[in-house]
Each structure stands twice: as structure tokens, then as C-alpha cells.
């Protein structure tokens, strides 16, 4: 979709070309009309194309990386960057995404405040720092979204959850590197002979794009070293829930081991006392209960148990100089061994 737009700001003094969504038809009118090469075409379509400023003989070429509005209805948590190119010429204006960005729909709706859009140089660089503000719009709620999930991963671990916080750290990969590409345009931007800003007002807000779009690099390591730090946590919650099961199977298969080789005892083909008696199957079944008994406290953790509930009895008589904290430490201790068994 091609739309031609004059009414971003009374003094504007250039044509928008505002192009999203392409078809083959607005390729060809793009390629046709405003002769515009194939090749720049390809690379702004490629969705892992870089940020760049480049000179060509009739216009200078800029490409920039912008938040998609694309949603994935099976992945809801990822959100990706999308190239977006720049076309300027001297009279003119030409945008060219792939898909379609918050960041141009808010340009074309007039959901902007005091960004200098009076002149190209102007416009472009509203568009980089409007881009930086919804980056960090967007990695606001990806950390909220962050918690939620956190939330909900304490209370039942579930591979579910895992795969969200997944969603997420792959998101936020996705959003650095676009911020990455666009602070090294941004600073380009300053130094190149192929763009000049007109006047101290859009000096000043290139300046302030450049701080916006560094805070957002910042809260997306941030948020990702966060992320990473949870996932290895969590990662270690899961182990560790592994071994206490893996402990329970033990105790219980140690446990049984004991009972396992009287009956094997008793039930070898030769003469053994009291193995006439009718009441020989009820002496061995006590006799297999009782073992299988004492081999579980011998086994199990009851060492540790001991040691915490006399820690525990000496704070309530007052003997103890055990701080707060370490009491209810012992205190969770014992309710997590208690409920070992």
C-alpha cells in the first residue's frame, strides 16, 4: 500500500511516500515511478538487513530497524525489528517497510508530539527517536510480562512457562540488536556529509534520539541478564526437585531391599526352624515390617532433623543467639524434610 501525505506539519515543504505492506504492484510502481533499483528494494525486504546510510546518484539511501506491530499468535511474548528504509530525495520522502511498525502508523495518524517534521532531515530523525521511545514502550511490558510469568513458573513449574520466558529472552535479542544498529546510525547521522540537520532545534533532538536509544540498549541488557540469571535459577529449582525425587526412590528402594532378602532367606528349598508353624507367614511378614523400618530411619535424614529441632527447641527457651532470620531458615528446613519423608 502506497499513500502520498502532506499534512504531518503546516510548514512541511516535501512529499511523504508512504509505503507498508507491499505488493507486486506497489513494487513495480516503487521500481517504475520513482526508480527505485530492484536491489535496494531486496535488501530492504530482507528482514535481517542492518542500519545504514549510503549515497546513490539520484538520492541517499537510509535503512533502520523499527519495532514490528506483527504479532505471532502462537508465540504472543516475541516481538521482532523490521528494516525500514528511507528514500530521500530532494523533494520527497519515500518509506518502504515489509511489513507494517508502530512507529510509522503513529507518523501517519499524527500520534506525535514536538518532533521537527518541517523538513526531511527533520522527519528522519523523528522517526529514530519516536522508534527509541517505542522500544522502550515495548521492553517495559516485555519485562512486565516478565514477572507475570515468573509468577506464575513459582507457583507450578510447567514446560509452558519455560518456553514464555523463552519467547521473551529471544524477544529481547531481537530488540538489542535493532537498538545496536540504530545507535550506530544515529551516530552517523552526525558525522556523514550526506546528511546535515538545519537547524539547532533538530541538532537538539538527534542529540536527545541518541540518550533514548542508548537508554533502551541499557534497559534491554538489563532486563536480558535478569532473564538469564531467573532461567539458570529456575533451571537449578527444577534439578534440585529432581534429586529430592530421586532421594525418595532411593530411601524407599533401600528400604525394601532389607525385606526383599529375608523372604529371600526363608524361601530356599531347604529345612529351616519354625517353618512348619501356620503362624511362620505372620512372624516373617512383622519381621519384614520391622526391618524395612529400622532401615528407613537409619537411612533417611534424620540426623538433620534432630539437629534442627533442638535448634529450634533452645530459641524457645531463650538460649539460643540464633538471629530471626536464621531461625525461620531452620524452621523451612525442617518443613521441607518433614515433608521429604
Known amino acids: 500500500m502506497i499513500t502520498k501525505r502532506m499534512d504531518l506539519s503546516p510548514r512541511q515543504d516535501f512529499t511523504w511516500i508512504d ?56 508465540n504472543p ?53 519516536h522508534a527509541a521511545l517505542v522500544y522502550i514502550r515495548l521492553l517495559k511490558y516485555i519485562n512486565r510480562q516478565k514477572d507475570i510469568v515468573e509468577e506464575q513458573l513459582q507457583k507450578s513449574i510447567m514446560n509452558y512457562e519455560l518456553i514464555q520466558l523463552l519467547q521473551i529472552q529471544k524477544s529481547l535479542v531481537y530488540l538489542t ?15 556523514t556529509p550526506y546528511f546535515r540537520v538545519n537547524s539547532e532545534a533538530e541538532e537538539e533532538f538527534l542529540e536527545d534520539s541518541i540518550t533514548d536509544n542508548k537508554q533502551a540498549i541499557a534497559m534491554a541488557n538489563i532486563y536480558s541478564d535478569i532473564l538469564t540469571g531467573t532461567m539458570d535459577a529456575f533451571a537449578s529449582v527444577i534439578s534440585n526437585n529432581m534429586n529430592v525425587i530421586m532421594k525418595r526412590l532411593t530411601v524407599i528402594s533401600l528400604s525394601l531391599m532389607f525385606p526383599t532378602f529375608i523372604t529371600g532367606f526363608f524361601g530356599m528349598n531347604v529345612s529351616l526352624p519354625g517353618m512348619d508353624s501356620p503362624w511362620a507367614w505372620l512372624f516373617l511378614l512383622i519381621l519384614c515390617g520391622l526391618v524395612a523400618l529400622i532401615g528407613n530411619i537409619f537411612i533417611s535424614d534424620r540426623k538433620n532433623r534432630s ?9 524457645k527457651r531463650g538460649r539460643s543467639d540464633r538471629s530471626p532470620a536464621e531461625i525461620k531458615y531452620l524452621r523451612r528446613k525442617r518443613e521441607t524434610l518433614e515433608g521429604d519423608d
Open 307 to 315: 539437629v534442627l529441632k533442638a535448634s529450634l527447641a533452645e530459641k
Open 177 to 191: 540488536t535493532g537498538l545496536t544498529g540504530n545507535e550506530m546510525l544515529l551516530e552517523k547521522l552526525q558525522k
Open 77 to 129: 511474548l516475541e516481538r521482532t525489528s523490521i528494516p525500514l528504509g528511507i528514500v530521500l530525495y530532494p523533494d520527497k520522502v519515500i518509506t518502504i517497510c515489509r511489513g507494517d511498525s508502530v512507529v510509522i502508523d503513529d507518523f501517519a495518524r499524527h500520534r506525535f508530539r514536538q518532533c521537527p517534521v518541517d523538513t526531511k532531515e527533520g522527519f528522519v530523525i523523528s522517526i529514530l527517536g
Open 19 to 74: 509505503a507498508r505492506e507491499l505488493d507486486k504492484d506497489d513494487i513495480s510502481i516503487l521500481t517504475d515511478e520513482y526508480l527505485i533499483s530492484s536491489e535496494l528494494l531486496a535488501d530492504i525486504m530482507d528482514v535481517d538487513e542492518q542500519s545504514r546510510i549510503e549515497k546513490d546518484d539520484d538520492y541517499t539511501i537510509i535503512i533502520c530497524r523499527l519495532p514490528s506491530s506483527e504479532e505471532d499468535e502462537e
